[in-house]
């Protein structure tokens, strides 16, 4: 980020000769740009860490939030650059920079393009250098709130009013919890207010602000509202199946739910889950778990489930020895009991790629493990299958170093080349990809596992394809602006959408049921007194569980910031879809007849509330407004 210093020594020669301004280091945010005159955006990147481990992708959205350009970076390209023109117009472009980036991002445009950066609220957003300043706005009568966090480079924001000059200084202490931050409220007043922001300390930096708009500016003059025109989103729908949608479903708990549960289970209506199996534990008392995968079952209806063998406390690293055979014979033995209802898929190791040292380890261990499962055909006629490598994610590498050589899908790929024969599904866990702007790389890394295990005759994965695990984040790297807001559920629907967008899907876990410490990455919630509630996310899956049918069909979308599926089971047509920007879009849907038979439009926004709204059918086309950071949901007969 250049430096405000800077700037201002270049005085008259900037404007003069219309020098560059830039920004450095981006590493997750989005920087709006406003040209009044023709201009190109010019990024660079570096790499930051394991960048020869990830691809990465960067978005150019126009005021009216269409795609005008989409990089993908190739794991290969640790160094690159990309230039787009900008035009002059009333509304903003949106380079977007999604994190969690492995790459520094630096921006050049003209100086005279009005530039606001909107940074990443918790999670670091960029890296600067001592003193580094920006300017921010605070409009008259709110109650504005400058955050921070450290994260081991700047230690103090100083902000310092541009009119009378008075300051306020916020210290960023190291927290024990990923989530907790430092904030200072600042002065209320009737009046605009422009303040001068100074970051203290070199390194990642994360500042946000609350109660105002989130945008910073290099020169105070750019501090502008900005200006979002409406979207027009343009959908045909094809008669075409490609494929079924995926059973939906949730991480739990290998304990016995509390009745006080059993209505929030029922409102998410899952019909997958993951399970964690402790070797330690079950070869000790081999029924441990009985009970509760029973209930599961047959009080839950879940009939799909993935479980992955592990030691207590989620202990990834296994090994093939006496307690983890004894361990797996348990897990054997409770599938045999649950009577050969439903598919059982087991996972010899936990994220693998993340938690072993080497490939060969892990082969080793799912060698002996292939061979126990294989040995007894029982256990195939009780609906047990062999899932692997359930990988730190596929396309791009583990949070760990040596990354480039731990990929998921490189590991799966060697698997499959040597031991295609042991294996029913290919399995992983996605995380980090927080951006909604990002969330179609959900829709390519199926894709992806696809071709790794291949189509048969009916266009359709010849291995079952499970990403049963996924979340906003990994671990307890979390924000309560993710994980408690509504956010989060503009985010699980777009996933769904784009994961299932092909057909290709058989299974979709969320990670994880109930918030546990220090992991309030639940759908739920448990309160004080024992009750359960939904979480926004929760709310969000109730909302998607209602419309959810067993189908995919073809279904053209035009636009960028709208995710829609369309979804058949008989004559009955759903369209599932999220408008994940806070612009307006207009609706315009082509290929079902008009008028509609038992047709019914239903929103679910910010309120947690699905209400129905009137809609336009008339000479072939559907029309309808969608409003910003809607779910929304279509309901007909095709008959």
């Excluded at 740009?33 to 990465?56: F, I, K, S, Y």
């Excluded at 479903?249 to 997958?272: E, F, Q, Y």
């Excluded at 290709?504 to 759908?523: C, H, I, R, S, V």
Aim: aromatic share 8%; net charge neutral; with cysteine.
């Amino acid at each position: 980020m250049k430096r405000l210093a800077l700037l201002l020594g270049l005085g008259m020669t900037l404007h003069a000769f219309a020098a560059p301004m830039q920004w450095g280091e981006i590493r997750d945010g989005s920087l709006y740009l406003r040209a009044d005159r023709p201009d190109t955006v010019t990024v660079r990147w570096v790499p930051a860490w394991q960048a020869d481990a990830n691809e990465e992708h960067i978005y150019l959205l126009d005021g009216q939030g269409r795609l005008q350009g989409e990089r993908s970076i190739k794991a290969s390209e640790t160094h690159g650059s990309q230039r787009w023109p900008l035009v002059p117009g009333a509304a903003s472009y949106r380079l977007e920079i999604p994190g969690y980036s492995f790459r520094s991002y630096r921006v050049e445009h003209d100086d005279k393009t009005v530039a606001l950066f909107s940074p990443a609220k918790v999670h670091f957003s960029v890296e600067t250098r001592n003193g580094d300043e920006l300017f921010f706005k605070v409009a008259p009568g709110e109650h504005a709130v400058l955050n921070g966090k450290y994260h081991g480079g700047v230690n103090a924001l100083q902000a310092q009013r541009v009119d009378d000059g008075q300051q306020l200084s916020l210290a960023l202490k190291p927290h024990r919890a990923y989530w907790q931050f430092d904030q200072v409220a600042l002065p209320v007043s009737d009046r605009e207010q422009t303040w001068r922001l100074r970051l203290l300390g070199s390194g990642k930096a994360a500042f946000w602000l609350d109660g105002t708009a989130n945008l910073f500016a290099q020169n105070p003059e750019h501090l502008q509202p900005l200006h979002e025109e409406p979207g027009q989103t343009r959908l045909t729908l094809h008669t075409k199946v490609l494929g079924r949608t995926p059973d939906l479903g949730i991480a739990l708990p290998n304990l016995m739910p509390p009745a006080t549960s059993h209505a929030a289970l029922d409102a998410l209506k899952p019909s997958a889950a993951s399970y964690y199996s402790y070797v330690d534990v079950t070869s000790k008392n081999a029924r441990f778990e009985d009970p509760v995968r029973k209930l599961y079952q047959t009080r839950f209806g879940i009939r799909q489930d993935i479980t992955l063998l592990a030691g207590t406390g989620r202990r990834a690293d296994l090994r093939a020895d006496v307690q983890s055979s004894n361990g797996l014979e348990a897990w054997l033995a409770s599938t045999r009991a649950l009577g050969g209802q439903g598919t059982h898929y087991i996972g010899f190791a936990d994220e693998p790629n993340l938690n072993y040292s080497s490939y060969e380890d892990y082969r080793a261990i799912f060698a002996s493990m292939a061979r126990q499962v294989r040995s007894d055909p029982a256990n195939a006629k009780a609906g047990v299958r062999i899932a692997m490598p359930a990988s730190s994610r596929l396309v791009n590498g583990p949070f760990t170093r040596n990354a480039a050589g731990k990929r998921g899908i490189d590991w799966a790929r060697q698997l499959l080349n040597e031991s295609a024969d042991q294996v029913d599904a290919l399995a992983w866990h996605e995380w980090m990809v927080r951006d909604l702007l990002a969330t179609r790389v959900y829709r390519d890394s199926v894709r992806r596992a696809a071709e790794l295990v291949g189509l048969d005759s009916q266009g359709q994965p010849r291995k079952a394809l499970l990403l049963d695990q996924t979340n906003l984040s990994s671990g307890s790297s979390l924000s309560p602006y993710d994980q408690e807001t509504h956010y989060a559920a503009l985010w699980w629907a777009s996933v769904v959408i784009n994961a299932s967008q092909d057909g290709l899907l058989t299974m979709l876990n969320w990670f994880q049921a109930a918030d546990e410490p220090p992991y309030a990455k639940g759908m739920v919630r448990i309160l004080d007194n024992g009750r359960v509630e939904l979480k926004p996310v929760g709310l969000a899956q109730q909302f998607i569980a209602r419309h959810w049918l067993p189908h995919v069909l073809q279904l053209d979308n035009d636009a960028f910031e709208v995710d829609v599926l369309a979804m058949a089971s008989g004559e009955q047509r759903t369209l599932l879809g999220v408008n994940k920007g806070t612009r307006l879009q207009r609706v315009d849907l082509s290929g079902a007849q008009c008028p509609l038979n038992q047709g019914a439009l239903r929103f679910f926004g910010a309120d947690n509330r699905s209400r129905d709204v009137p809609f336009a059918c008339e000479n072939g086309r559907l029309r309808f407004q969608l409003p910003g950071q809607t779910l929304f949901a279509l309901d007909w007969s095709a008959s």
